[in-house]
C-alpha cells in the first residue's frame, strides 16, 4: 500500500493498476523494472574514502534491517527490544565484516512507534 498520491500519480502514468492506495504489478511491469535498473551504484558516505560501489560482483556486507521477532536458541520467537537492538548495533559495528549499517536491525516494541522511528533512524 502507497501512502503517497504523487508516487500513486507515477505508478498510474506507467500503466499499473491502481486501487486505492495498492498498486498491483504483473510480470511484465517487474521484468521491465529490473531490466532498467543499472549494473552498479555507489553509496556515498560522509568520507569519501568510505564509498561503496554495489554491483558488478561486489558484494556489500551489512546487518540486517526491519526485523519484528528475535529468535532464541530454543527456537521459539519474541517481539525485539530496545536492549535487543544495542545488542546488534553493538555486534554490526565490531564486526570486521561489515561495511554499512542497516537503520533498524529489530523493531524495539516496548516503544511507541514515532519514539523507535526516531531512536532507531536518527542518525540518518
Known amino acids: 500500500m502507497i501512502g503517497s498520491e504523487s508516487v500513486l500519480r507515477v505508478f498510474k502514468q506507467h500503466g499499473f493498476k491502481i486501487d486505492g492506495s495498492t498498486v498491483f504489478f504483473n510480470e511484465r511491469q517487474i521484468l521491465s523494472a529490473t531490466e532498467s535498473a543499472p549494473a552498479a551504484f555507489q553509496i556515498r558516505a560522509r568520507n569519501p574514502e568510505k564509498n561503496l560501489e554495489l554491483g558488478n560482483g561486489f558484494p556489500v556486507f551489512c546487518g540486517t534491517s526491519g526485523e519484528v521477532y528475535i ?47 526516531s531512536i532507531c533512524c536518527g542518525s540518518i
Open 71 to 117: 529468535a532464541e536458541k530454543d527456537k521459539s520467537q519474541r517481539l525485539g527490544t530496545m536492549a535487543d537492538y544495542k545488542k546488534i548495533a553493538k555486534l554490526v559495528q565490531s564486526s570486521s565484516l561489515n561495511q554499512m549499517t542497516a537503520h533498524e536491525s529489530v523493531h524495539p516494541h516496548e516503544l511507541v512507534s514515532e519514539t523507535a522511528i
